[in-house]
C-alpha cells in the first residue's frame, strides 16, 4: 500500500522558520527516485517548490523559494524534509508533497509525480 504522510506546517510570523516532513512507501520508485514540494495558494495555481532526486543527485527550486528553503533527505527512511526559513507573507499555502517522478518528467509538473501526499497548511502572517 502506498503511503505518502506529510507532517509539519502550521503557522508563524514573517521572517520565521517551519520544516515539513514526507515520508514516502510503499512502492517501486522509477529510476530518477524523486520526491518533492508543490504549494497551492488560494485562487493560484499549483507551484513546483522544491524536488530532490537520488538517481543523480540533483536537487531543484523554485524560483520563488531559492535561498530560502532547503530541501534534504533521509534515503534509509525514504523521508524528506523541507526546511523554510526567511517565510513571508506570500509563502502562504497548502503545501503538497509529491513521489516517485515519471521517467523523462520535468520536477516542476506535478502531472508527472504517480503519488500524493495529503496535504499541509502553511500560514505566514505579516
Known amino acids: 500500500q502506498v503511503q505518502v504522510v506529510q507532517s509539519g506546517g502550521g503557522s508563524v510570523q514573517a521572517g520565521g522558520s517551519l520544516k515539513l516532513s514526507c515520508a514516502a512507501s510503499g512502492y517501486v520508485s522509477r529510476s530518477s527516485n524523486c520526491i518533492g514540494w508543490f504549494r497551492q495558494a488560494l485562487e493560484k495555481a499549483r507551484e513546483a517548490v522544491a524536488v530532490?532526486?537520488?538517481?543523480?543527485?540533483?536537487?531543484y527550486y523554485g524560483d520563488s523559494v531559492k535561498g530560502r528553503f532547503t530541501i534534504s533527505r533521509d534515503n534509509a527512511k525514504n523521508t524528506v524534509y523541507l526546511q523554510m526559513d526567511s517565510l513571508t507573507p506570500e509563502d502562504t499555502a497548502m503545501y503538497y508533497c509529491?513521489?516517485?517522478?515519471?521517467?523523462?518528467?520535468?520536477?516542476?509538473?506535478?502531472?508527472?509525480?504517480?503519488?500524493w501526499g495529503q496535504g499541509t497548511q502553511v500560514t505566514v502572517s505579516p
Open positions: 530532490i532526486c537520488t538517481g543523480d543527485g540533483t536537487m
Open positions: 509529491a513521489a516517485d517522478l515519471d521517467d523523462g518528467g520535468r520536477w516542476n509538473n506535478g502531472a508527472d509525480f504517480r503519488f
